[in-house]
Nanobody, 130 residues
Framework: QVQLVESGGGLVQAGGSLRLSCAAS????????MGWFRQAPGKEREFVAA???????????YYADSVKGRFTISRDNAKNTVYLQMNSLKPEDTAIYYC????????????????????WGQGTQVTVSS
C-alpha cells in the first residue's frame, strides 16, 4: 500500500511557475511508475506527465502535448518524492492536480490512462490568473 500526498499548488499569474511535490509513503517507492494528472471543473481527469520506475534507468518520461516544453517531471527516490515543475503557466492549466502511482510494468500509452494507476493522492489546486 502506498499513500500519496501532493503539495505546492496555489495561485499564480500567467507566465509564472510552480513546483508540485508528491510525497509517497512506503519503502518501495523506487519500484513505482509515477504520473501527474489534472482535472478542471466540468472536465474529465487528463494525463499531464509520467516517469518510469527505477528499474528502467535511465528513466522514461512522458508528457501531454499541451505541457511539453513547459512542464518537467522528476523523482528523488531517496526522498520518496516525485515533482512536477511547471513553467510558463497558462490560465488553461488551472485544475486540481493529482499524483498517481503504479507498481509493476507499464507499457507505452498505458502511462496516459487513469485506469492504469492503482494509487492516487487527494489533489492540489493550481489556479493561473490571466
Amino acid at each position: 500500500q502506498v499513500q500519496l500526498v501532493e503539495s505546492g499548488g496555489g495561485l499564480v499569474q500567467a507566465g509564472g511557475s510552480l513546483r508540485l511535490s508528491c510525497a509517497a509513503s512506503g519503502r518501495t517507492f523506487s519500484g513505482y511508475n509515477m504520473g501527474w494528472f489534472r482535472q478542471a471543473p466540468g472536465k474529465e481527469r487528463e494525463f499531464v506527465a509520467a516517469i518510469s520506475w527505477s528499474g528502467s534507468m535511465p528513466y522514461y518520461t512522458y508528457y501531454a502535448d499541451s505541457v511539453k516544453g513547459r512542464f518537467t517531471i522528476s523523482r528523488d527516490n531517496a526522498k520518496n518524492t516525485v515533482y512536477l515543475q511547471m513553467n510558463s503557466l497558462k490560465p488553461e492549466d488551472t485544475a486540481i492536480y493529482y499524483c498517481a502511482g503504479k507498481n509493476g510494468l507499464v507499457y507505452g500509452s498505458s502511462y496516459f490512462r487513469v485506469s492504469s494507476y492503482d494509487y492516487w493522492g487527494q489533489g492540489t489546486q493550481v489556479t493561473v490568473s490571466s
